[in-house]
């Protein structure tokens, strides 16, 4: 539904710089990634199939109109299009994609499409994650020209089907937004009662960063959320190209908030591209589309997946099911704005692996990483995915340190228990500058013998 009001958003995105650079993979057309071990594909799509032709009907069903039957008017955002079934707004482009193009006929009137999954129960299982991904392209038009786009990749609470009026308590995970061709997406959640609320609406509990490796606007880039019921508090997380840059915790919201938009069947899933409306509208602080606004740009879909994992109260994924692994094998060159597995080092002291994570870490461990390709690009910081259930009073610092492990350290964070062995945390740290490619130490250091830290994956920022 999402009736955004965020006229703020105006002076983030117009002051937004580029937070870090990840995987990006430019090709026209990927399948969807083999599931990775404990993982179950649950649902997907990589839309192959002739040009021109619509989206498999066994999955999604077609939005036709300006709303739902008996529901909001403008689908309860204020967007101007009609949505149709027509191959011109809605079809596969004959090499592996979703096309939705909007269009504007001689009297000014547009017309798009919004399709969603006949599938309403897409949760974790107890104690376990869900993993909703998409690789898609955001539409390549920038500047005036863009003014009132509006791509989204969501998904809505089951019990929204036949009711029209119970946003936003039931639910809306909102994994990929962009407006107006700006270079930046948002991840939100709506939830409680509007307007205000939990969930401050008609915002949401939101954030947005610029595309990370290349711009938003005509380019590919994976965009994924997880709904992780295997920590307590349970976590919602966004992520672009295995990047995470938002989270609501379960011990955010009131408990019968959460409950009334957890507790139901599931979710089903929403791919659009909407024309005008109040987040567009917002963004650019006046009314959106304007008469420099071009149609025919169009929101291309590679794939749509959805993965789960656990439900016997396990631990996380220590990676996200996407492929390939974003860190190379030992001794080849790694991108130092990529996750970099930690089990990946060249070499290591005082560490072990353990299920796809370093563990075992105390006072004067150390793994070495070689071939770390900075560029030209400096870092500003750098995010470790970290755990710790060391007893209190016990702690240490993680520590980078360049082209020797007794150099000294250009960026550190400290980490104390962070709530069990298997509960994972992404802690920042400021780093100093560094160019070129370089040998990257992380060493551990605590005044108490005993460990204090598991260790995921890291990577710098710019």
């Given at each position: 539904m999402r009736p955004y009001l965020r006229t703020g958003l105006a002076v983030f995105a117009a002051s937004a710089v580029l937070l870090g650079a990840t995987q990006l993979t430019s090709a026209a057309h990927a399948d969807v990634p083999p599931t990775p071990p404990g993982w179950t594909l649950e649902f997907a799509?990589?839309?192959?199939?002739?040009?021109?032709?619509?989206?498999?009907?066994?999955?999604?069903?077609f939005n036709i109109g300006h709303g739902y039957p008996g529901g909001p008017p403008n689908w309860g955002t204020g967007e101007i299009a009609y949505h149709t079934d027509d191959p011109a707004n809605v079809s596969l482009d004959g090499s592996g994609n979703l096309r939705?193009?909007?269009?504007?006929?001689?009297?000014?009137?547009?017309?798009?499409?919004?399709?969603?999954?006949?599938?309403?129960?897409?949760?974790?299982?107890?104690?376990?994650?869900?993993?909703?991904?998409?690789?898609?392209?955001?539409?390549?038009?920038?500047?005036?020209?863009?003014?009132?786009?509006?791509?989204?990749?969501?998904?809505?609470?089951?019990?929204?089907?036949?009711?029209?009026?119970?946003?936003?308590?039931?639910?809306?995970?909102?994994?990929?937004?962009?407006?107006?061709?700006?270079?930046?997406?948002?991840?939100?959640?709506?939830?409680?009662?509007?307007?205000?609320?939990?969930?401050?609406?008609?915002?949401?509990?939101?954030?947005?960063?610029?595309?990370p490796g290349?711009?938003?606007?005509?380019?590919?880039?994976?965009?994924?959320?997880?709904?992780?019921?295997?920590?307590?508090?349970?976590?919602?997380?966004?992520?672009?190209?295995?990047?995470?840059?938002?989270?609501?915790?379960?011990d955010q919201l009131p408990a019968d908030t959460w409950a009334e938009m957890t507790s139901h069947e599931g979710f089903f899933i929403i791919l659009n591209l909407a024309i005008g409306g109040a987040?567009?509208?917002?963004?650019?602080g006046f009314t959106t589309p304007t008469a420099t606004t071009e149609p025919g740009h169009p929101l291309l879909v590679?794939?749509?997946?959805?993965?789960?994992?656990?439900?016997?109260?396990?631990?996380?994924?220590?990676?996200p099911p996407t492929t390939p692994p974003t860190t190379p094998p030992p001794g080849d060159a790694r991108d130092a704005y990529a996750p970099i597995q930690a089990e990946s080092y060249d070499a290591a002291s005082g560490v072990t692996v353990e299920g796809g994570h370093l563990g075992g870490i105390g006072d004067g461990a150390w793994v070495r990483f070689d071939n770390v390709e900075f560029g030209a690009i400096a870092p500003t910081d750098f995010v470790a995915r970290v755990a710790s259930g060391a007893p209190g009073g016990v702690s240490g610092l993680v520590e980078v340190r360049l082209d020797s492990a007794t150099s000294p350290p250009i960026g550190s964070f400290a980490v104390a228990n962070t709530g069990g062995w298997s509960s994972w945390q992404e802690v920042p740290g400021n780093v100093a500058a560094a160019t070129g490619t370089r040998t990257v130490y992380l060493t551990f250091t605590s005044g108490q013998p005993a460990d204090f830290v598991n260790v995921d994956w890291f990577h710098f920022r710019p």
């Open positions: 799509d990589d839309f192959d199939g002739p040009e021109g032709t619509l989206p498999a009907s066994d999955n999604w069903r939705i193009t909007p269009l504007r006929d001689s009297a000014g009137d547009w017309t798009s499409a919004r399709i969603e999954t006949h599938r309403q129960d897409f949760r974790p299982p107890d104690g376990g994650v869900m993993r909703i991904e998409s690789r898609l392209q955001i539409p390549d038009v920038t500047g005036e020209a863009a003014l009132g786009y509006w791509p989204a990749f969501w998904a809505l609470g089951a019990p929204y089907r036949g009711n029209w009026w119970n946003w936003p308590g039931i639910g809306e995970f909102d994994v990929m937004e962009n407006v107006n061709g700006v270079d930046t997406v948002w991840g939100v959640l709506h939830c409680g009662v509007a307007p205000g609320g939990p969930c401050d609406e008609h915002n949401g509990l939101g954030d947005g960063m610029p595309c290349a711009p938003c606007a005509g380019n590919f880039h994976t965009f994924s959320f997880d709904w992780d019921t295997s920590v307590t508090p349970n976590e919602l997380r966004w992520y672009i190209n295995g990047q995470q840059y938002h989270e609501v915790r379960q987040f567009p509208d917002g963004v650019a590679d794939y749509v997946a959805v993965w789960s994992r656990g439900g016997d109260g396990g631990t996380p994924p220590t990676t």
